[in-house]
């Protein structure tokens, strides 16, 4: 069997608000496999977006193991774990985030440039992944140009823009109407497993949980 692209072992993270300390994540035990899709369900406030952050390595102050692409990212320096989450994550987030003074193509192009794709390439990749998305007429519309859920396939085709082995996404039809994030949420769905991506993908919506390959339920900051 495959190693895990992601592994976590006891992960855990507390905050301090004057005398009380609230624990967030309890010792978080998790793998994904390469390809594979796992929604991590639970509601508000019971740790989805903080245990993506720490798998994310967007920031620091967690206890216990993270492993990505086999490599433990708690012994990483910052440089090394920017390089880490350059090479291994895409990021899709429950808000769009696109630059708004570039077009829908410079989007998806920009983060290849930064990984050093050779201009011509990038270029040529960005208008495939926006074309597959249905957006192949809309490549030079700027982000206040393109509707919701528009917007969104722009974050999605940004995310896998640089072909991760993990895509990690928060909510990431949150911000659109229920129609609107089905056919959204399909088309995600579908690009991820194109690309033979792994995903973590958190959501509260048991619907949209359903479609993916395995169900991880964070309760409280304990995963079920």
Do not use: C, W
Not at 64 to 77: F, N, T
Not at 92 to 105: M, R, S
């Amino acid at each position: 069997m495959s190693e895990p692209v992601l592994q976590t072992t006891d992960l855990r993270r507390s905050f301090t608000q004057g005398d009380v300390t609230i624990e967030v994540l309890r010792g978080i035990n998790l793998s994904v496999r390469p390809g594979e899709i796992v929604a991590l369900l639970g509601p508000s406030g019971s740790g989805k977006s903080t245990l993506l952050q720490a798998v994310g390595l967007l920031e620091g102050g967690f206890d216990g193991s993270i492993r990505i692409g086999g490599r433990e990212a708690a012994s990483l320096d910052n440089d090394a774990r920017t390089d880490l989450r350059r090479d291994m994550l895409g990021f899709v987030y429950q808000f769009h985030h696109l630059l708004p003074d570039f077009d829908a193509l410079e989007n998806v192009l920009l983060p290849q440039l930064i990984f050093g794709t050779e201009p011509d390439a990038a270029r040529t990749r960005a208008r495939d992944l926006l074309t597959s998305l249905g957006l192949g007429n809309r490549l030079d519309h700027r982000p206040a140009k393109l509707s919701g859920g528009e917007q969104q396939r722009v974050a999605v085709a940004r995310a896998l823009a640089n072909r991760p082995p993990l895509v990690l996404a928060d909510e990431p039809t949150g911000n659109l109407d229920e129609h609107t994030a089905d056919i959204v949420f399909a088309e995600f769905l579908s690009l991820v497993r194109s690309e033979g991506s792994a995903a973590l993908v958190a959501t509260h919506n048991e619907r949209i949980a359903a479609k993916m390959d395995r169900v991880l339920r964070l309760h409280e900051g304990v995963l079920e």
